[in-house]
């Protein structure tokens, strides 16, 4: 969306797979009869199976509301989603841009477009009371709307759209709950994804409320059909709970592991954790593992520790702010998720640590001991590395 990237390269060439031996067919598979282990594709033909992966993904959610067929109304999902409002924009003379929904992707397009088209009005419409909801408690997204307003993105949080509004078959804006109207040259709904189960009900499979059926091994209830990424029902790694997992680093994690399954391995996926990260301007903010709203829905007592700290060394130029923020499981008095907010981009990926701290079961006494790379440069100082002074906070108070 931004112009950064183009659509070739961010996939797989057809001609890599045909050059390591994988025919490419370029159809939609609309059937499958597991009995005689076919594939039935919209263009008539078949393909025969021993073994097969299903990984169609999932479709964004468009919500039935009035106006949504209007020419520039947008949902974002794949690469010609983002082409298409490319060309919209380019054809059009799009002044104003309303997008529903405050998660990362919404805002992620919101402020890209706005940094490559600075006299662009953007106006992000969002039911909950704060942005990035599904990532950051709420001491930790405080301070994401008054940035993201700073930078001329207008926020309307804590309230729904009525409708989306047109004239001559293209949209004008959308309408509140409250009747106020937002005037729209252009309208992103990023509302969330569905899983796609039309196959996976054709093959007569197992499904679960978010999704295929798996076992640990990828399989689903026929041990010759696997499924991999945001078609699965997952499992979170803390609670046991059945979710979703619709994220890039679980897909490729699931993919991975139905190849070694279909090489011959059996390599167990241990569960999601919600590894997410996003970047709005120079804000950047990351998440893993249970937040403490999450927590109390599921009626695990947290205690949480929240340390500030900054990207460089104090008398380094241009050092910047960031804060950790840990919740542990008062009872077992393990790790169970973590945030980040950052205004520098290199502190955000200590989230990756916290994700491997509960993966091992880590107390407070663990983080002690952490003892991270250091350099003026690159890190804080050794003695405000945020991660090791949780663990000091937490030891004894737990």
């Known amino acids: 969306m931004a ?62 509301l009035e106006g949504k067929d209007l020419a520039g109304v947008f949902t974002l999902r794949s690469s010609p989603d983002a082409e298409a409002m490319i060309r919209f924009m380019q054809d059009h003379e799009v002044k104003s841009l309303a997008v529903v929904g405050a998660g990362f ?23 909950l009371q704060r942005p990035l909801a599904a990532m950051l408690d709420d001491n930790m997204a405080a301070g994401v709307t008054p940035y993201l307003e700073e930078q001329g993105i ?22 509140l709950d409250s009747s106020e109207k937002v005037k729209a040259d252009m309208v992103l709904v990023s509302v969330g994804a569905r899983t796609n189960l039309d196959l996976a009900r054709s093959a007569g499979l197992e499904l679960g409320d978010y999704g295929i059926r798996i076992n640990e091994y990828m399989e689903t209830s026929d041990p010759d059909i696997l499924a991999a990424g945001d078609n699965v029902e997952n499992t979170c790694l803390v609670s046991g709970r059945k979710l979703s997992g619709q994220l890039r680093g679980t897909a490729v994690s699931q993919g991975r592991l139905v190849a070694k ?16 990260c996003v970047k709005l301007f120079d804000f950047c903010a990351a998440s893993v593992g249970l937040s403490e709203e999450v927590a109390a829905r599921l009626d695990i007592k947290t205690a949480s520790f929240t340390v500030d700290s900054r990207s460089k060394h104090g008398m380094i130029k241009d050092m910047k702010p960031w804060t950790l923020k840990v919740i542990f499981d008062s009872k077992t008095r393990k790790v169970i998720g973590s945030q980040i907010v950052s205004m520098a981009e290199a502190p955000v ?43 000091i906070q937490a030891s004894g108070k737990i």
């Open 261 to 276: 399954r279909l090489a011959g391995a059996a390599i167990p996926f241990p569960g999601v954790l919600y590894g997410s």
């Open 3 to 64: 112009g950064l990237a183009t659509r070739d390269s961010i996939i797989v060439p057809d001609k890599v797979l045909e050059n390591a031996g994988v025919q490419v067919i370029i159809d939609r598979a609309v059937g499958i009869d597991s009995g005689k282990k076919t594939v039935t594709l919209q263009g008539g033909d078949t393909i025969s199976y021993d073994k097969l992966a299903l990984a169609n993904g999932a479709d964004p959610v468009l919500p039935p």
């Open 349 to 391: 990926k200590e989230i990756d640590t916290m994700n491997m701290a509960i993966r091992m079961g880590a107390v407070p006494e663990d983080l002690i001991t952490i003892n991270c790379a250091g350099h003026p440069d690159l890190s804080s100082e050794p003695s405000m590395e945020p991660i090791s002074i949780v663990g």
């Open 154 to 175: 207008t926020m309307r949080l804590g309230v729904g759209v009525a409708k989306i509004v047109g004239a001559g078959g293209f949209v004008t804006g959308i309408e």
């Open 105 to 127: 992707i919404g805002l992620e397009v919101g402020t890209l477009l706005k940094t490559t088209h600075p006299e662009l009005n953007v106006t992000v419409v969002e039911l």
